[in-house]
């Protein structure tokens, strides 16, 4: 019985702070309280390209706006609150690494300028599947160096081409 109520509170947590703010901190893809860093990840396929915990995107936008629904397929990807900005990881040049201000208040990292998105369909770390256009716009991984004909890494899932 405890697990329930337990259960039903967390869930309810969780229901509160999506619909306070937009899409909760809590997301799966999102680091820890502490922080959100961002590093590379290479494949055959890709090369090097940004993850935070998974994949992210950057959207070349369509003529209409990322909306609530897009954004439950497009999770931002958010520092937690009180975090003022994310951390470099593993071939990431700070210089590029920054945030931007969104209407709620919350600050979403970006990459050269570029707000940085989850893909919901992406589910395990390394995971390329939302290479791909759609009602919103374009959507791309942030690839930092092409494929070589010399990289030994295991091939991830993929989307479509490449992008950024």
């Given at each position: 019985m405890k697990w329930k109520v337990v259960a039903g509170l967390v869930g309810g947590l969780l229901g509160a702070s999506v619909l306070a703010g937009g899409i909760s901190s809590a997301h799966p893809r999102q680091n820890s309280a502490k922080g959100i860093t961002v590093s590379t990840a290479t494949?055959?396929?890709?090369?090097?390209?940004?993850?935070?915990?998974?994949?992210?995107?950057?959207?070349?936008?369509?003529?209409?706006?990322?909306?609530?629904?897009?954004?439950?397929?497009?999770?931002?990807?958010?520092?937690?609150?009180?975090v003022k900005k994310p951390t470099t990881g593993k071939g990431i040049n700070a210089v590029n690494l920054g945030t931007v201000k969104l209407k709620n208040?919350?600050?979403?990292?970006?990459?050269?300028?570029?707000?940085?998105?989850?893909?919901?369909?992406?589910?395990?770390?390394?995971?390329?599947?939302?290479?791909?256009?759609?009602?919103?716009?374009?959507?791309?991984?942030?690839?930092?160096?092409?494929?070589?004909?010399?990289?030994?890494?295991?091939?991830?899932?993929s989307g479509g081409g490449i992008g950024f």
């Open positions: 494949s055959s396929k890709y090369g090097t390209f940004l993850v935070s915990g998974h994949t992210v995107y950057a959207l070349t936008p369509s003529s209409v706006a990322c909306d609530a629904k897009c954004l439950k397929i497009w999770p931002q990807l958010l520092l937690p609150i009180g208040g919350r600050l979403q990292v970006t990459y050269a300028g570029q707000p940085m998105y989850f893909f919901a369909n992406d589910k395990a770390a390394g995971q390329v599947k939302g290479n791909l256009t759609d009602t919103w716009g374009k959507w791309a991984i942030v690839v930092l160096a092409p494929p070589s004909s010399s990289t030994t890494t295991t091939t991830m899932a």
